[in-house]
């Protein structure tokens, strides 16, 4: 009966990354000119918003990840085209990473708002599910009583 007995199959644990060593301080830094409000956030924070960006995106489909890590190296280079400064999106004071993603965001050129739109959507998505952040913010959580109240009387 050993004939008809399947081999074991070997599954390899392995968790799929999206975000090349390159793209890494991209991401922190356009996180913290996104949310920071001026303030620079501790590198800890940084880090692990990071990797649950890369994380959410290593979902996706190859082309998604694709034009998301294009993105991401067109905005490395775009203090050149909207700011004139011959330095990398990450290399830049926070004030002036916030002043290039203004400029993106109003570009007439429609692939800067995209690029602006896209990781500005993703991030918002991924930053705001922090339960601190949302009680901040007045969401009242899984007991949501009070607008339970408010359909009632319609």
């Known amino acids: 009966m050993e004939l008809f007995r399947r081999p074991a199959l070997h599954v390899k644990d392995y968790q799929r990354t999206t975000l090349r060593p390159r793209h890494r301080p991209v991401v922190a830094t356009l996180a913290e000119a996104y949310f920071a409000e001026g303030v620079p956030m501790s590198p800890g ?3 692990a918003f990071t ?3 890369d994380r959410a995106i290593s979902n996706a489909s190859k082309t998604l990840r694709f034009g998301l890590r294009l993105m991401l190296d067109a905005l490395r280079f775009a203090p050149i085209f909207l700011i004139g400064r011959a ?5 830049l004071p926070l004030d002036e990473r916030v002043r290039v993603l203004v400029r993106m965001e109003r570009s007439s050129v429609m ?3 995209m690029i602006f739109v896209a990781w500005k959507t993703l991030m918002a998505i991924i930053f705001f599910e922090d339960d601190g952040l949302l009680r901040d913010m007045g969401y009242p959580g899984p007991e949501r009583t009070r607008y339970k109240l408010g359909l009632a009387k319609e």
């Open 111 to 113: 692939i800067w708002t």
């Open 45 to 47: 924070r940084l880090s």
């Open 87 to 91: 330095t990398l999106f990450e290399d």
């Open 51 to 53: 990797d649950e960006v």
